[in-house]
């Protein structure tokens, strides 16, 4: 955890989990109790949106053909320059990861709440856990990651499984969290568990001050 941050930034938890997880369901659950939540998904879309530095860069690294004709980032031809160029990936994450933190910190900076989640899809593929008080995993079996994956994007057996071969494996993540909801049951199973875990940060926060 980098200290100076903390102190002019609330509490944070960041929640990740492998795609098709849920994440989204957890962190809605979450905000209905009353928590800010920030999903790292929307600022990388900002710092790339029409007229920022971070679309500028962008098109002077990959050129004009990542771009729409109205000027807008176009992801799927984007998508493809770096899904199977590890170079081209890390050049992409050089420019938009410092624009991502510092949005987020800019965030965390303006909010009175005494602790946020930021949804970090990527977190252990980005190194980006020591930044944060706590890692909390939204948790389900590879194959059950693998059925919604297909069901929601409409994808193949083997494309689903491609994805997943991509991101840290489910064992990575488990020794690396701090907190882990399991997502496998009921939505009030899995409210349970997210007012549970609300009252074990609070708690948390209370012993800390």
């Known amino acids: 955890m980098n200290g100076h941050y903390h102190e002019r930034s609330p509490w944070t938890v960041a929640l990740t989990g492998g795609i098709a997880s849920g994440k989204t369901a957890v962190s809605d659950r979450f905000a209905a109790l009353g928590v800010p939540v920030i999903d790292t998904d929307l600022l990388a879309r900002e710092v790339v949106a029409p007229g920022t530095e971070g679309l500028a860069a962008v098109a002077a690294r990959f050129?004009?053909?990542?771009?729409?004709?109205?000027?807008?980032?176009?992801?799927?031809?984007?998508?493809?320059?770096i899904f199977a160029d590890p170079e081209a990936r890390r050049?992409?994450?050089?420019?938009?990861?410092?624009?991502?933190?510092?949005?987020?910190?800019?965030?965390?900076?303006?909010?009175?709440?005494?602790?946020?989640?930021?949804?970090?899809?990527?977190?252990?593929?980005?190194?980006?856990?020591?930044?944060?008080?706590?890692?909390?995993?939204?948790?389900?079996?590879?194959?059950?990651?693998?059925?919604?994956?297909m069901a929601r994007d409409g994808i193949s057996s083997a494309e689903a499984e491609r994805i997943l071969e991509?991101?840290?494996?489910?064992a990575q993540r488990r020794a690396m969290a701090d907190d882990v909801i399991d997502n496998t049951g009921d939505i009030s199973q899995l409210n349970a568990r997210v007012e549970a875990l609300h009252g074990t940060y609070c708690n948390l926060l209370t012993k800390s001050d």
């Open 166 to 170: 991509t991101q840290v494996s489910r």
């Open 63 to 81: 050129g004009e053909s990542v771009l729409q004709p109205n000027g807008a980032l176009d992801r799927r031809a984007l998508r493809e320059h």
């Open 91 to 149: 050049a992409l994450e050089a420019i938009t990861h410092p624009l991502i933190r510092k949005a987020l910190e800019e965030q965390l900076a303006a909010l009175k709440a005494p602790y946020a989640i930021v949804v970090i899809p990527l977190l252990f593929e980005t190194g980006w856990q020591a930044r944060f008080d706590r890692v909390l995993l939204v948790d389900v079996p590879e194959a059950t990651q693998k059925q919604r994956l």
